[in-house]
């Protein structure tokens, strides 16, 4: 029920990515200059890509993961001190800490945007946003905005989000790691300037598989992090497509994801089911263990986020820990918000994914309240008016 954090790889794509593998091996001038090697096979996943998420092939490129991907922008534009970035408390972990990394060595200023949980919808998010830009910063290098957030795992309004940082000339980055495989993603309706996605985590491709997208104009000063000689280029692709002499052969696979969901359904099937698994199982834990959830109906994906039945956040996680070891059943940790994002001492994210089925989510509803029990731990928590 942790789909989100690592994703898992259908057996037919791992099949795909050995018998890549062992193209390779078998004939390796030809895998690395052949236009039926490596270098044509990126060409056919980087269009698929692009139809994909509804862009130009010219402006998309495959690179290992986004963590690649928001290091190849932030570290290809010059950053000094005074310069600031904008970003949301909802931001991935690791990129907060990036972020630090860049306070720390260019004396760049990281503006946290706050959102408090339990949502009440976009508002939550864009009025917050408007209250920062209303202090009108200087030297506003990005404004960066989860499609997806990782924790809480809820949909964020990233179209309206770039529109409010467009209107003030800075440029937007969207991180859509959760987002590629999970819900539909339109960058030409969205009008981001940058925009990445993890492959493995909902697509279905295999780890180290993910796309990159730079509007146009922007492309010239990118190039993968950390830049290697066989990766310059006079081209955006160019700089890309080859990195040096190493394992491609998740990109190749990626097209084999694109047919795994084809075969058991097609895409809106796959994401239509995983949503509608999310949604119900979202309400049913809540209404099981009379608590509530972080995000409207509008806002949940395939994954949903509850407020569990205790104050104790770490016996939440003792009971993690037990429904992984004894149970076999594998769900996020336990995440908790502090006074200033909603006071939630503790609260799962769970995955919709068409490998569970709504009886998986009802064993969860009754081993948590169980669980806790035995610990002492088990607390009747008030529900937010707002929700």
């Known amino acids: 029920m942790n789909h989100g954090a690592y994703g898992a790889t259908p057996l037919p794509v791992i099949q795909a990515q050995e018998a890549y593998t062992r193209e390779e091996?078998?004939?390796?001038?030809?895998w690395v200059n052949g236009a039926t090697g490596y270098r044509g096979k990126e060409i056919v996943v980087r269009q698929m890509v692009a139809n994909?998420?509804?862009?130009?092939?010219?402006?998309?490129?495959?690179?290992?993961?986004?963590?690649?991907?928001?290091?190849?922008?932030?570290?290809?534009v010059p950053l000094q001190r005074g310069d600031v970035i904008i970003d949301f408390s909802t931001a991935y972990g690791p990129f907060k800490e990036f972020y630090q990394w860049l306070e720390a060595t260019a004396g760049v200023q990281i503006v946290e945007v706050p959102v408090m949980f339990p949502l009440n919808g976009p508002e939550s998010v864009l009025e917050p946003l408007a209250a920062v830009l209303r202090q009108n910063l200087t030297n506003v290098k990005f404004g960066i905005i989860s499609h997806v957030a990782s924790y809480p795992g809820?949909?964020?309004?990233?179209?309206?989000?770039?529109?409010?940082?467009?209107?003030?000339?800075?440029?937007?980055?969207?991180?859509?790691?959760?987002?590629?495989?999970?819900?539909?993603?339109?960058i030409g309706d969205m009008q981001p300037d940058y925009y990445f996605g993890n492959g493995h985590k909902w697509l279905f491709s295999p780890t180290g598989s993910a796309f990159l997208y730079v509007r146009g104009s922007l492309q010239l000063p990118l190039s993968p992090a950390p830049p290697v000689v066989d990766s310059f280029g006079?081209?955006?692709?160019?700089?890309?497509?080859?990195?040096?002499?190493?394992?491609?052969?998740?990109?190749?696979?990626?097209?084999?994801?694109y047919l795994f969901r084809a075969w058991v359904g097609g895409d809106a099937v796959v994401k239509g089911y995983n949503q509608a698994l999310a949604l119900w199982a979202g309400h049913y834990?809540?209404?099981?263990?009379?608590?509530?959830?972080?995000?409207?109906?509008?806002?949940?994906?395939?994954?949903?986020?509850?407020?569990?039945?205790?104050?104790?956040?770490?016996?939440?996680?003792?009971?993690?820990?037990?429904?992984?070891h004894e149970y076999g059943i594998m769900v996020s940790g336990a995440g908790s918000l502090d006074a200033q994002h909603g006071s939630i001492?503790?609260?799962?994210?769970?995955?919709?994914?068409?490998?569970?089925?709504?009886?998986?989510?009802?064993?969860v509803g009754r081993l948590v309240p169980q669980l806790l029990k035995q610990l002492g731990a088990y607390d009747e928590i008030a529900r937010p008016d707002a929700m």
């Open 25 to 30: 091996q078998g004939n390796i001038q030809n």
């Open 52 to 76: 994909y998420v509804n862009a130009s092939e010219d402006d998309v490129v495959l690179i290992e993961n986004a963590s690649g991907a928001i290091n190849a922008i932030l570290r290809s």
């Open 154 to 186: 809820v949909v964020l309004p990233a179209k309206e989000v770039c529109a409010a940082f467009r209107a003030k000339s800075i440029p937007c980055i969207v991180d859509g790691a959760h987002a590629f495989g999970a819900i539909d993603i339109d």
């Open 234 to 257: 006079m081209t955006f692709i160019n700089r890309f497509v080859w990195t040096g002499t190493r394992d491609y052969t998740a990109f190749c696979a990626m097209k084999d994801a």
């Open 285 to 324: 834990l809540a209404q099981t263990w009379n608590t509530f959830l972080l995000a409207p109906d509008s806002m949940q994906g395939t994954m949903t986020n509850i407020a569990v039945p205790t104050q104790n956040n770490t016996a939440c996680g003792i009971v993690v820990g037990k429904l992984l």
């Open 345 to 363: 001492a503790c609260f799962l994210r769970l995955s919709g994914q068409i490998y569970l089925e709504e009886s998986d989510f009802e064993l």
